[in-house]
Structure formats: C-alpha cells, structure tokens
C-alpha cells in the first residue's frame, strides 16, 4: 500500500519563476493537507482539500499562493513569482474520511518537496 | 488558535537511558498525535491519543494523554542510535471532524550518543 507520494522531492526555481508540487494521497484517502517548514521552524498549516473543494485555506498566503485537489489527479500546490522566502519543505498529508468525535483518523504525511529559490 | 509546546527544545542522551519529552496546550487536545522526522526527510507517524488517561505503547516508545486532555508524554526506554531525530506533537484544534486540520509544536531535536 503505496504512502503519501510527492514530487519532485527538489525543486530549484529562479526568482519569478512558478513552481508546482504535486502531492498523490495514500489509496482510499479523500483528504490532503499542505504543510510548509522553513528552517528553524515549526510545520505550519496552509490549506486543507477534499476532492474538488477547499475546506480551510486559513494559512495561506493571500497572494502567489494555490492549491486545487481535483476529481481526478493529484493535489496541486502553486507558487507564481517565486521569491527567496518561499524557499522551504513542504509536506504534503493525507488522511480517510474524518470520522466524528471520538473517533479521529491517523494524518500520514508524505516525504516532502524541498524548494530552493536562487 | 491552539500553540502547543514542547519541550525540552533539544535533549542529548546516552545511548542506553531512557528518556521523556512533552507536549503541552493550553487549550483541550483533541486527538494528539507524535510523529518522528529525520533531517531532510519526511514525518513519520508514532501514535494518536484521543481519550483523556489514555497510553499507548510501540516497541520502546509509549505515549501517555493526561486526564485533562492538556499535555502529552512520550517516553522512550533504553533509548538506541535509531531514536534520534525531531519528535513533533501535533493536535486537531477542534472536537469535530470538519476542521481537522493539525497544529504542530515546534519540535523537539533528540540525539542519542553511542
């Protein structure tokens, strides 16, 4: 049973430049999460996907930033105008169905996309 | 939002002690979870705790939820060259499933010595 698949695990992209990184659940996962870790920092939350829709996009960025998970295919997180700041890993999760409370799901990531912006 | 810290920040053992790191909220934890992270490399999924008093053991490491929901223990017995790397507790910040997206401490960096 195949985990969490992302790619590429390297990106270089130059300043201006759009990057894409491409997140594939685990089988049977309905729902993906996108996380960014910059150096010396925590793993922050940026959006949360189900199938064809955006369920919480609270962290991320208002500009540059997008992610779609469509009906077919893989998540897709972009970033237009890459700038030096973007450099960072990010880490793609999937998880089943949230069941109700008391009955939560295990969140499995996957091994992450390295961005460097040169 | 939630914040949840941990700590120590770093800790340096011995190879052959045993060890306990934390999890701490200020607010309910609804389910926490503990993965571990190489440098460079991906997170890999521990344990999940939901129930307050509830503890959960893997080969050497066994995680415990207090009765408050509030803070978390992980400890690892006669601790090996393995067990390095970053420990991150994560928690959903809501009781239902609608918004279960996690929020991550800042990570605990462990180093065993041989």
């Known amino acids: 049973n195949a985990g969490v698949m992302q790619n590429p695990r390297h990106l270089v992209r130059r300043r201006g430049q759009e990057a894409r990184l491409r997140c594939s659940p685990m089988?049977?996962?309905?729902?993906v999460y996108w996380y960014r870790q910059l150096p010396e920092e925590g793993l922050k939350f940026m959006v949360y996907l189900q199938k064809e829709n955006i369920i919480d996009e609270s962290g991320m960025p208002k500009e540059r930033f997008s992610a779609e998970f469509p009906k077919e295919g893989p998540s897709i997180l972009r970033i237009q105008q890459v700038v030096r700041g973007d450099s960072a890993a990010y880490f793609c999760?999937?998880?089943?169905?949230?069941?109700?409370?008391?009955?939560?799901?295990?969140?499995?990531f996957g091994e992450g996309s390295w961005l460097t912006v040169v | 939002s939630q914040e949840l810290e941990q700590s120590p920040q770093s800790l340096i053992v011995q190879e052959g002690k045993n060890l306990t790191i934390n999890c701490t909220s200020s607010k309910t934890l609804y389910g926490l979870y503990w993965y571990k992270q190489k440098y460079g490399e991906g997170l890999i999924f521990l344990m999940m705790l939901q129930k307050g008093g509830e503890e959960k053991s893997h080969e050497k490491i066994t995680a415990k939820l207090d009765e408050k929901k509030q803070q978390s223990s992980l400890h690892i017995t006669a601790s090996q060259p393995s067990h390095a790397g970053i420990y991150l507790c994560?928690?959903?910040?809501?009781?239902?499933?609608?918004?279960?997206?996690?929020?991550f401490g800042k990570g605990i960096t462990l180093s065993v010595r041989p």
């Open positions: 089988k049977g996962h309905s729902h």
């Open positions: 999760a999937s998880s089943p169905t949230p069941g109700p409370l008391g009955s939560g799901n295990t969140i499995y």
């Open positions: 994560g928690a959903r910040s809501t009781a239902t499933g609608a918004n279960s997206k996690l929020t």
